[in-house]
């Protein structure tokens, strides 16, 4: 069994930033994705950014291209989003997912974009 855990949400001006990580642990064998998805209210979760383990390819939703980067760093098993020129649309609950033979999800946090 893999626990993610989610930190750096917050509420944050438009045209702001952050930074959200993402630390695995448990029962890890061999994460091959990690990433990014988020859900706002009413709407269904939405992929935001994911990236390979092994040669840390990144694939983004088109929404947030130019404004978002994701990265790993593999010694802690640790996802992070940076997050720049935020709008109020990114208004969410991100979670972090991986897949190690099963798929697994963080329990989320808020991001919340004020105009």
């Known amino acids: 069994q893999v626990q993610l855990v989610e930190s750096g949400g917050g509420l944050v001006q438009a045209g702001g930033s952050l930074r959200l990580s993402c630390a695995a642990s448990?029962?890890?064998?061999?994460?091959?994705?990690m990433g990014w998805y988020r859900q706002a209210p009413g709407k269904q979760r939405e992929l935001v950014a994911t990236?390979?383990?092994?040669?840390?390819?990144?694939n983004y939703a088109d929404s947030v291209k130019g404004r978002f980067t994701i990265s790993r760093d593999s010694a802690k098993n640790t996802v992070y989003l940076q997050m720049n020129s935020l709008q109020p649309d990114d208004t969410a609950v991100y979670y972090c997912n991986a897949r190690d033979y099963d798929w697994y999800w963080g329990q989320g946090t808020q991001v919340t974009v004020s105009s």
């Open positions: 990236i390979t383990t092994s040669n840390s390819r990144p």
């Open positions: 448990g029962r890890i064998y061999s994460i091959d994705v």
